[in-house]
């Protein structure tokens, strides 16, 4: 099976289109891998497979901030905004976890942009819905304290099961330092809504967090 058939972004491509996409090649790369860095020019379109990319900001106080994930039918902003743009990156990105992704160079994504109206469409409309993630990741930020967008990204990140993750890269999730995410976890876990271990946690009382989270709107 090609691997355009295991890409939700290009299983309604024409057939000119996937011929000349079946002859890019699928690369595996381990837990974080750099893609790119803030300054570097852009290659190509990044179709992920399998995995994740995390593509976020650093400010020069070292605090962190993700700005979005590219999972298997989501596309990255940064580089369509660069091959259209061309402008350079303004973020990085990492992987998270191993990942498969295909790269397609820039010659082959402007090829394909100025011949094919599905490729066009599936660019256009993958950039559309990650501009508006963007825009509610950017009202979140503005307008919601730091404890409420922790709220929101427990209940993302619960399914039931135990959490893997720092407190550092929860901050970094949510744009805020350390120690406000480990003052508030602390509070929750007095609380019983959460239970705490080095790198990993468990959200204990969902519907607390749930009407914690709603409170905010």
């Not at 891998?33 to 070292?62: H, K, M, W």
């Not at 082959?108 to 599936?122: A, C, G, I, P």
């Not at 709220?151 to 039931?160: E, K, S």
């Not at 239970?195 to 709603?214: C, Q, S």
Request: aromatic share 6%; proline share 4%.
């Amino acid at each position: 099976m090609s691997w355009l058939d295991s890409s939700p972004l290009m299983r309604d491509m024409d057939d000119a289109a996937r011929a000349r996409l079946a002859l890019m090649s699928p690369i595996t790369l381990p837990h974080d891998q750099v893609l790119f860095r803030p300054g570097d020019a852009v290659q190509g379109y990044v179709i992920v497979l399998e995995g994740c990319v995390n593509v976020g900001l650093s400010g020069t106080n070292g605090r962190e901030m993700l700005l979005y994930a590219v999972t298997p039918g989501q596309s990255c902003i940064q580089s369509t905004l660069g091959l259209l743009g061309g402008e350079d990156y303004s973020a990085e990105a990492r992987t998270h976890g191993p990942t498969r992704l295909v790269l397609l160079p820039k010659p082959v994504f402007m090829e394909l942009l100025s011949r094919s109206d599905q490729f066009r469409n599936m660019v256009m409309r993958a950039f559309s819905d990650r501009m508006q993630m963007l825009m509610h990741l950017l009202e979140k930020v503005t307008f919601q304290r730091a404890e409420h967008r922790l709220a929101d990204r427990l209940l993302q990140l619960d399914q039931g099961d135990e959490i893997t993750i720092t407190q550092n890269e929860l901050a970094r999730d949510i744009g805020t330092a350390r120690e406000v995410v480990s003052r508030r976890l602390e509070a929750w876990a007095k609380r019983g809504w959460v239970e705490t271990g080095r790198g990993r946690l468990r959200v204990v009382n969902r519907p607390a967090l749930e009407d914690f989270a709603l409170s905010a709107q």
